[in-house]
């Protein structure tokens, strides 16, 4: 029953965990999924496989939500902020099931603590402790770099879940079965708008070439494969990135080529002593990211609203 004189009572759910990012107070996406690992598959890789898509899904959502009210028209206001909340549902499953393949990747919370495993994960990690790619947290910019990082970002996304719907882990499987649709979504968007962009006023071709030049050199981050991804695709759970680079690199010329521009040629967003985001190592914007939007569930780990 909802109370009409208190509208605030029914934001706080039976169980308390409908006020948390992702909470529970709602169908569960994986009924009738086994949940069940494979024997033969590492525990720990897996829960450091799904951080790393988990985090990947959970900073670009972040990054989309904080662009609604700076897009152009109301319709992509909407369309962002859909593609964002796809993530953010991705990210939910993808860390809660980090969380259940290795409990110690949770930070360690009181016991008496309410917080589900995939907040604690999101909301109290360290920056180093992030395993996302460096594309997922640049910055919005203008809308032709959200635009384009988008684009990148879901074109790569899309062919890494397209392969792990033959996943030996049903969970990964089950997400990514659901993720192609979304997926499919967010590169069609983002590739119309790109070709606008390029077919459009002189501004908007010169605003779509600067995009191309700030986020082109994170690129060849997303196929470079850590040692987890290569083991874990060796036995059919996961997808080493490597293998999908041509595809992805082909679609993407595909698409630039119908805006009738070019990418930028030779450019590569170093790390540090060949380490990235899969390791740690972020770009300043993760940072400050993290801090605001961490900051209401560290100052009130247990409060209630």
């Not at 985090?55 to 662009?67: H, S, V, Y």
């Not at 030996?168 to 659901?178: C, E, G, I, N, S």
Request: proline share 6%; net charge negative; with cysteine.
């Amino acid at each position: 029953m909802i109370d009409h004189d208190n509208p605030f009572d029914g934001l706080v759910g039976g169980d308390g965990d409908g006020r948390w990012a992702f909470g529970t107070d709602f169908d569960d996406p994986l009924a009738g999924v086994d949940t069940t690992v494979p024997r033969d598959v590492d525990l720990p890789a897996l829960a450091r496989y799904c951080l790393m898509l988990g985090d990947d899904a959970l900073i670009g959502a972040q990054r989309l939500i904080e662009f609604v009210t700076h897009a152009p028209e109301l319709e992509e206001e909407v369309a962002f902020a859909n593609i964002g909340l796809d993530l953010l549902g991705q990210a939910r499953l993808l860390l809660a099931r980090a969380a259940a393949a290795d409990p110690s990747a949770v930070p360690r919370l009181p016991e008496s603590s309410p917080i589900p495993d995939e907040d604690a994960l999101a909301f109290f990690r360290a920056e180093s402790q992030f395993r996302n790619v460096r594309l997922c947290e640049l910055d919005n910019g203008d809308f032709a770099q959200t635009v384009v990082r988008t684009l990148v970002l879901t074109t790569w996304r899309l062919a890494v879940f397209a392969r792990l719907r033959d996943s030996r882990d049903p969970v990964l499987a089950a997400v990514a079965h659901k993720g192609v649709k979304e997926l499919t979504y967010h590169r069609d968007y983002a590739a119309r708008w790109t070709v606008v962009l390029g077919g459009g006023t002189p501004e908007s071709q010169r605003r779509l070439g600067a995009a191309l030049r700030q986020v082109w050199p994170f690129l060849p981050e997303l196929f470079v494969g850590t040692e987890d991804e290569r083991a874990l695709a060796a036995v059919g759970v996961a997808v080493d990135p490597a293998e999908i680079a041509a595809e992805v690199e082909e679609i993407l010329a595909t698409i630039l080529g119908a805006a009738e521009v070019e990418a930028p040629e030779g450019v590569s967003a170093a790390g540090i002593a060949g380490r990235a985001g899969r390791q740690g190592v972020h770009t300043e914007g993760l940072g400050r990211m993290l801090a605001e939007m961490q900051s209401v569930a560290r100052e009130h780990p247990e409060g209630v609203w």
